[in-house]
Each structure stands twice: as C-alpha cells, then as structure tokens.
C-alpha cells in the first residue's frame, strides 16, 4: 500500500515557475516507479512524466519536455515535479502516482493516486 499526498500547486502567472511535491507514506514507496498526470476541466487526464523507481530514468509528455523535471528523495519520500516557464495551457488539476513498470503513460497502469493538487496559470 502507498498513500499519495501532492503539495505545491497554486495560482502563477504564464512564464512562472512551480515545484510540486508528492509525498509518500508506505513501505513500497522507494521501489516504486512514479508519475505525475494532469487534468484539465473538461478533458481527460493527461500524462505529464514518469521517474524510475531510483531516479535513474526519467520521461516526459512532449508538450513538457524541455520545461518540467522529475526528481525524487526516496529518503523522504518524496518525489518533486519542477515546472517553469509554465503556459496558460498548463493549467489543471496534478495529480501523482504510484505503479508497477517504469514509463507507462496510460492513467490504468498505476495502481495508487493523490487526491490532485490545483495549478492555475494566468495569461
């Protein structure tokens, strides 16, 4: 069992930056790959990126690459999600997850959610 607990959001300006934190309770936590989906009102959750179970590897949705990054601390627990130069279009509810294989980009391969974190970025 993992529990998923996001932090972080908030209302930004376009070309702001934003670190998104998710944190993890559960002995499972430090082998389990991450990843962060979003979901827009009106639209279907989204993949945003994925991290390793060590860090190691990393992956990201097209329309991020370049601006978001992923990192996790497995001695805290936690895994960040850095977004800058954040666009108008970014805006959505964040939510992070746990699963089972590295990468997957489908919201049905991860077995754990938070309860979402809100962003919201002005033009």
């Known amino acids: 069992q993992v529990q998923l607990v996001e932090s972080g959001g908030g209302l930004v300006q376009a070309g702001d930056s934003l670190r998104l934190s998710c944190r993890a309770s559960?002995?499972?936590?430090?082998?389990?790959?991450m990843g962060w989906f979003r979901q827009a009102l009106g639209k279907e959750r989204e993949f945003v990126a994925a991290i390793s179970w060590n860090g190691g590897s990393t992956d990201y949705a097209d329309s991020v690459k370049g601006r978001f990054t992923l990192s996790r601390d497995n001695a805290k627990n936690t895994v960040y999600l850095q977004m800058n130069s954040l666009k108008s279009e970014d805006t959505a509810v964040y939510y992070c997850?746990?699963?089972?294989?590295?990468?997957?980009?489908?919201?049905?391969?991860?077995?754990?959610w938070g309860q979402g974190t809100q962003v919201t970025v002005s033009s």
């Open positions: 559960g002995r499972s936590f430090s082998m389990s790959p």
């Open positions: 997850a746990a699963g089972q294989t590295f990468g997957r980009i489908w919201p049905a391969s991860y077995s754990y």
